[in-house]
């Protein structure tokens, strides 16, 4: 199987400061990646994708960031929200149209 | 649009018993997973169906774990027999594109094997 990790288990912030997940990849063949919020007892939720022939795209208070070089993924949360508390997991696809999560990351927010 | 429907929400069950789980993609969403989530790790892909057709089932357990998507539309996921680590939540997610669009998922169904 792929190898989609991330860095942190855990993270904690203040409420207002921005947030980094970050995520690391192993496939170099992988070319589209999601990052995906899970709260508890819910499926994940999509928040923002990108495809490799990009290396940042922004949604509303989101960026994510790739690295194709080091093979390494980002999400920055701009002014991180108590609603933002939740788990955080990468996926990435590769042209086998499967697609591979890492173990996630625990995003609590501070108030 | 209508989300991903799953059900049941909750099951619990003994070991060595039979269980089934239900899922309703999104309307028009041609590929459907069925992922298995441990507590405290990432869902796990079972098995990949395009329309009717198993495009991968290559880490589905085939001695107990059996799956089937007969129209195209709703799947069922079963595991007979059940054993103890089987407990896990049970999520079902779809697509329009395969793995060149984001995957929908539902709320899954938590399973407590006994």
């Known amino acids: 199987g792929e190898s989609v990790g991330l860095h942190l288990p855990t993270l904690s912030v203040q409420e207002g400061d921005n947030s980094i997940i970050n995520c690391a990849y192993s496939n170099s063949a992988s070319d589209y990646f999601i990052w995906y919020k899970q709260e508890s007892g819910k499926g994940p939720q999509f928040i923002i994708d990108i495809r490799s022939n990009m290396d940042k795209r922004q949604g509303q208070r989101v960026t994510v960031l790739l690295n194709k070089t080091v093979k390494h993924l980002s999400l920055q949360i701009a002014a991180t929200q108590p609603g933002d508390s939740a788990v955080y997991f990468c996926a990435e696809s590769d042209t086998g149209n499967q697609f591979y999560f890492g173990t996630g990351t625990s995003l609590t927010v501070i108030p | 649009e209508a989300g991903v429907a799953q059900s049941p929400r909750y099951k619990i069950i003994e070991k060595r018993q039979s269980v089934a789980f239900w899922c309703n993609p999104i309307?028009?969403?041609?590929?459907l997973y069925w992922y298995q989530q441990i507590l405290g790790q990432g869902p796990k892909l079972l098995i990949q169906?395009?329309?009717?057709?198993?495009?991968?089932d290559s880490q589905l357990p085939k001695d107990r774990f059996s799956a089937e998507r007969l129209k195209g539309v709703d799947s069922t996921l079963k595991i007979q027999p059940a054993k103890l680590e089987d407990s896990a939540v049970y999520l079902c997610?779809?697509?329009?594109?395969?793995?060149?669009?984001?995957?929908?998922f539902g709320n899954g169904t938590r399973l407590t094997v006994t």
């Open positions: 169906f395009q329309n009717n057709g198993v495009v991968d």
């Open positions: 309307s028009g969403h041609a590929t």
């Open positions: 997610a779809s697509s329009y594109l395969g793995g060149n669009s984001p995957l929908h």
